[in-house]
């Protein structure tokens, strides 16, 4: 069984002894077991470790300030020259374990346990390279059909206004076409609204990964409650995923009771 584990349960699923008070530690440490036992393939959304680990207060003069690495190479051929463009992230805005090492401790402790981690490749996006050095890489036509498919999903949540369309509104509304550069002049009020914002973007992206790579289920215990019918996991958004793609959400006491 493939499930992708959202980022409020992870560290549960990880590591269950460290939550002792957890209502539900039995399912948790069942649901541990299972991947031990290779019964669960385990999957996590990249955005855990790079959108999700920036501090919500930080988010607005993180992405404000967020600029793409560009290089660009020049190959003689003949009478001619081309232009080799390589738009990637800037190494200046990776993020990384150094002030994160509870994180950190629950990330090597995946690792060990066999979890997957993928990710959703945008131009210029952020990166956390020890994660990247030991993340899920896939290959050939395999690669060339979970991008096909990540991209095409994530397109039709950003068309319904989830996911990364919603911290690109808000900085569009300050800075034209340039989001990034429009979340700075975002006043001081804006400021939890994209973090929020953040937090959603990582949501389609996850859900986004969960549909390319065929997962059975979505385990997670957001119901978007807050977030209103916006949210990609609202029961709107919902009701098209799985329609379309059979993308399901389980909370961890109903996946328990599967196994």
């Known amino acids: ?41 385990p999957f996590l959304s ?31 051929n003949g009478n001619s020259i ?14 990384d374990f150094d002030e994160r090492p509870i994180l950190k401790k629950y990330f090597d402790e995946a690792i060990r346990l066999g979890f997957k981690i993928t990710r959703l490749p945008r131009i210029g996006g952020l990166v956390n390279n020890e994660v990247d050095a030991v993340r899920y890489k896939q290959h050939d036509s395999n690669l060339s059909q979970y991008l096909d498919k990540v991209f095409e999903v994530v397109r039709k949540i950003e068309d319904a206004e989830a996911g990364m369309t919603q911290i690109k509104n808000i900085g569009e509304q300050y800075g034209n076409q340039n989001w990034m550069k429009g979340l700075k002049s975002s006043p001081e009020t804006d400021r939890n609204k994209i973090a929020k914002a953040a937090a959603e973007w990582a949501d389609g992206d996850s859900v986004a990964i969960s549909v390319a790579l065929n997962c059975d289920f979505f385990c997670t215990r957001d119901q978007a409650k807050g977030a209103g019918s916006k949210s990609v996991l609202s029961q ?16 961890p006491e109903e996946l328990a009771k599967l196994l």
């Open 82 to 95: 081309s232009l080799d463009f390589n738009i990637g992230p800037n190494e200046k805005d990776s993020i």
């Open 1 to 41: 069984m493939k499930i992708i584990f959202d980022s409020n349960v992870w560290q549960i699923v990880t590591i269950p002894q460290d939550f002792p008070t957890e209502t539900s530690l039995s399912d948790f440490e069942k649901i541990n077991h299972a991947i031990i036992d290779k019964t669960i393939e």
């Open 236 to 251: 709107q958004n919902l009701t098209w995923l799985r329609n379309d793609y059979n993308f399901q959400t389980i909370s």
């Open 46 to 76: 990249e955005t855990i470790f790079t959108i999700e680990a920036i501090k919500k207060i930080e988010r607005q003069d993180f992405f404000s300030s967020t600029k793409p690495k560009i290089v660009i190479k020049e190959k003689a």
